[in-house]
């Protein structure tokens, strides 16, 4: 039987509708700051959807666009005039940055009641403690919607494939918070499919688009697809998507399921952060 998709846009439009509503309960307008550094296509893309998905929900929402040739010294200046905006309660530093600047520098310039992706060491710190504040905003996508198929995570083995700071492991540690037995794969993992096929829910987030085939994946498991890669004109994920379909028991898309998550999280963390500043 064909697994059962698991439908981002659905359940981010959830989320959004959530957020909208518990914002007209306020009595102030929560407030978000992205900062974007060059003009790289893709960032610009996405920071235009947020903008748009802040008018949704009724965010007053700022970008700032910085030159690409900006020094580091000058975007975390930016950074720490917004940390001191009361009117501002949730920052995002839009990666990638340019070579010359030192992303994580500048995303833990960010104060950490304000780091709505977080991503900062305060918050990253906090989560390996099992001290969940901010959840960075595409793993804790992942899990909502590994917890929208009605599977346990408890007791699972979840095998990550990819280690960013981004994705990778942060997903790995929040799902070991929740008592999987995880494991991380990397581009120096021997017999990698030995490793796959093991998973209850595979998470791939190595960036090789259609990396992983039907052969690598336990039957029934929970796939979820991070990558979003171009494949001759397709926008294809680092799963194939096709033949493991055949296999899984349920599968994100892609496009339409990672990717809306992320930005529906990010709206649902900036609530969050504005409230615990504004009560």
């Known amino acids: 039987m064909p697994a059962e998709i698991i439908d981002g846009n659905r359940l981010a439009k959830s989320i959004r509708s959530e957020t909208r ?9 929560p407030g978000i700051a992205v900062v974007q550094v060059g003009d790289d296509p893709a960032s610009t893309i996405y920071v235009d959807y947020k903008q748009k998905d802040c008018e949704r929900v009724r965010f007053h929402s700022e970008v700032y666009r910085m030159s690409e040739r900006a020094t580091q010294d000058e975007v975390i200046d930016r950074i720490q005039t917004l940390n001191g905006r009361k009117e501002i309660h949730a920052i995002l530093a839009q990666m990638p940055v340019p070579d010359q600047i ?5 995303i833990d310039a960010i104060a950490p009641e304000k780091d709505t992706d977080g991503l900062g060491a305060a918050n990253l710190g906090n989560l390996m403690i099992n001290r969940e504040c901010v959840l960075p905003c595409t793993p804790a996508g992942i899990v909502r919607l590994i917890e929208s198929t009605g599977e346990e995570i408890e007791g699972k083995h979840a095998v990550c ?4 700071s981004l994705v ?13 037995t995880v494991t991380y794969c990397h581009s120096r993992t021997r017999h990698l499919a030995e490793q796959t096929r093991s998973a209850d829910i595979l998470i791939v987030a190595a960036g090789k688009p259609e990396m992983i085939k039907a052969d690598m994946v336990k039957a029934g498991a929970i796939v979820i697809d991070v990558g979003i890669n171009r494949l001759e004109g397709r926008l294809v994920g680092d799963v194939h998507y096709e033949s493991v379909k055949e296999t899984a028991g349920y599968i994100t898309p892609v ?13 649902e963390n900036t609530l969050k952060l504005a409230i615990s500043q504004c009560g």
Do not use: E, H, W
Request: proline share 7%.
């Open 255 to 267: 496009p339409g399921g990672v990717g809306p998550m992320t930005r529906a999280i990010l709206l």
């Open 161 to 164: 494939v990819g280690r960013s």
């Open 21 to 29: 509503r518990q914002v007209k309960k306020l009595k102030f307008t």
């Open 168 to 180: 990778g492991k942060p997903i790995g540690l929040i799902l070991l918070n929740r008592n999987a």
């Open 102 to 106: 030192d992303g994580q520098a500048v």
